[in-house]
């Protein structure tokens, strides 16, 4: 199997890499001393290669917010856009939730739920047109895609998950039944302790991704769907995992994971976003004890990490060899817009004012560095981005948060972005302008709002 890196980047796969990158890093500042009276300029713009140097203006006492009118007409315009350019031939399928047609299966599903549009029953017929050929995908895979079968987010469960919850929506329980049935039966393939190879237990393809959809469904249906005995197995294995590699590796952490030979500390392939998952099962700690101490102290060993600016390292060994500040990443999949979810679900469960000051750090960066470069979306992009305030507003319900989350979205129509990169899959949940919308849509409950496939307040329930 091979899975592409959530941000298309490798960050610490190899030193040789590192060495090139402060080679140029070096090469760059000599540029800048040379170049007279445009070094300052040429220093600046090179500092902020990755992302548009945020000139919006802070809040300021006032809530500047973007008319409900204008946010609703984006999100017409988008759907719009995406409706008349993704297919739902086969090939589009590949890629589940995070660039796949399931992904805008979802984004409609979502819509179909949202005070704003639930009267638009387009929402609900256009997730059935894009769920179907997806959940034949799902169920159907041929012989070289049974591994991405048992990824949430990039592969097959995600799509079973969103499935089930459509079916409940239209009211056809005998399919909804069979897709909870396929999802449930499909665990017991994630349960051998490195069932993909390559590391198993990351969110998008790993065991955290099965484990994130049985909160989705418990949160769609109100009630548990899949069996407690099946999610703490799960979680077992997954503990069991971070302990054999931590101590093989004789890592500072108690819990610790690779995947493809590289200690990702992110939300897309990292320790945050397993440790996240894992909070949320509380019956895991009465069958193994010292679980939760374990979890408690990787927590607090990534929390040791977070830096100045408010960021955080993408892998360990970036911990002893930070990359250049040019070539940081503040993205969801890599960075303090991930790992935020971490220390706010931290804090919703264990109540210390810590990790509620690191998500106020993590809110910094983001506003300082978040603009980025790389398009619309939610993995590497504004929209991801933009969630980061709106979870600061539910968290803290300081106005400044929701300003900072109109503004970013503001930015989407400004001059300005109309140089970012337009990614691979441009209409996509996670990379296009699927999770736009998702975003888009959350500004007008922001309440509600919560980042796509999971909602750290759940961890209260
Ligand atoms: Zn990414």
Sequence with gaps: MTVANASGLAPSSQSLTHMARELTSNIDKLATLESCGRGFKFEIENMAKRYFVNQLSDFAGTLVEMPKADIKNLCQLYTEKIFSKQSIKRDECNGGLYTGAAGVGYMCYFLSQHPEFASEKKFLEKSLYYMKPALHFAIYPEKHEKDMQLAFILGGIGSLAVGAALMKALGEDEEMQEYLNQYNALAEECMDRDYLGCGSDELLVGRAGYLCGVLFLEKVFGEKVVSDEIAIKLCIATVEAGRKYSKKRKSPCPLMYAYYDTEYLGAAHGLSGILQILINFPALYEKIPNALDWVKESVDYILSLQTQSGNFPCATDEVTDPRPESDELVHWCHGAPGVIYLMATAYLKWKKEEYLASCLAAGEVVWNKGLLKKGPGLCHGIAGNGYVFLLLYRLTGDKK?????????????????????????????????????????????????????????????
Excluded at 401 to 425: G, M
Excluded at 428 to 438: D, H, P, Q, R, Y
Excluded at 442 to 452: E, G, I, N, T
């Design 401 to 461: 948060h929701l300003h900072r989350a109109h503004q970013f979205a503001k930015f989407l129509t400004s001059e300005e972005f109309k140089k970012a990169k337009i990614p691979d899959k441009p209409y996509s949940l996670f990379e296009g302008i699927a999770g736009t919308v998702c975003f888009l849509a959350d500004l007008m409950q922001p309440d509600k709002a919560h980042f796509p496939l999971f909602d750290v307040f759940q961890v209260a329930r």
